[in-house]
T-cell receptor, first 118, second 110 residues
Framework: GAVVSQHPSRVICKSGTSVKIECRSLDFQATTMFWYRQFPKQSLMLMATSNEGSKATYEQGVEKDKFLINHASLTLSTLTVTSAHPEDSSFYIC??????????????FGPGTRLTVL | GEDVEQSLFLSVREGDSSVINCTYTDSSSTYLYWYKQEPGAGLQLLTYIFSNMDMKQDQRLTVLLNKKDKHLSLRIADTQTGDSAIYFCAEAGGSYIPTFGRGTSLIVHP
């Protein structure tokens, strides 16, 4: 299947700093990319959906000024956690999808980024 | 309640069959998915079934769908230690964006 990478895989930062996480589709062009947050023993919570070249659509309760998403190209989306606090510590997973309909609607997931805010 | 529910843990002996159950609430679900997550890794799509199907089999995996009861199950035959992971049930409608359950931790012991 298609490969999605995330960088970094693990990051530790101080409270108040900003952290950028990259998500790349390596062998396909991702029309749509998704950002999820996963707490221990919990489901994946969809944070936002981004389409290349347009603004991200955030799920209810997700602060768009806190979690900045940029989908500048068909192979790269970035999530920036601004002014991070300990409660932002979590496992962040991205996924990418080539198409939006029945063909190519499968999402391919990245390996995740473990963010720890001290 | 949650949109997709599944039990949190399942423990089986190596060689036995594992059955992971899931219930969902959205009657307009079009696709039902099973994903596998190994420790520290992202999700891997194992299999999926269209809502107009009752069963799908793929090697050791069998998916059963009872649309009337909104119940989905994943059976893993001849479970191996390498099958130990978290298994997520998910459903999607016309947007094809999955809503995930909380995941079932499958523990396979010798």
């Amino acid at each position: 299947g298609a490969v999605v990478s995330q960088h970094p895989s693990r990051v530790i930062c101080k409270s108040g700093t900003s952290v950028k996480i990259e998500c790349r589709s390596l062998d396909f062009q991702a029309t749509t990319m998704f950002w999820y947050r996963q707490f221990p023993k919990q489901s994946l919570m969809l944070m936002a959906t981004s389409n290349e070249g347009s603004k991200a659509t955030y799920e209810q309760g997700v602060e768009k000024d806190k979690f900045l998403i940029n989908h500048a190209s068909l192979t790269l989306s970035t999530l920036t956690v601004t002014s991070a606090h300990p409660e932002d510590s979590s496992f962040y997973i991205c996924s990418a999808r080539e198409g939006g309909g029945p063909v190519g609607n499968e999402q391919f997931f990245g390996p995740g980024t473990r963010l720890t805010v001290l | 309640g949650e949109d997709v529910e599944q039990s949190l843990f399942l423990s089986v002996r190596e060689g036995d069959s594992s059955v992971i159950n899931c219930t969902y609430t959205d009657s307009s679900s079009t696709y039902l998915y099973w994903y596998k997550q190994e420790p520290g890794a992202g999700l891997q799509l194992l299999t999926y079934i269209f809502s107009n199907m009752d069963m799908k089999q793929d090697q050791r995996l069998t998916v059963l769908l009872n649309k009337k009861d909104k119940h989905l199950s994943l059976r893993i035959a001849d479970t191996q230690t390498g099958d130990s992971a978290i298994y997520f049930c998910a459903e999607a409608g016309g947007s094809y964006i999955p809503t995930f359950g909380r995941g079932t931790s499958l523990i396979v012991h010798p």
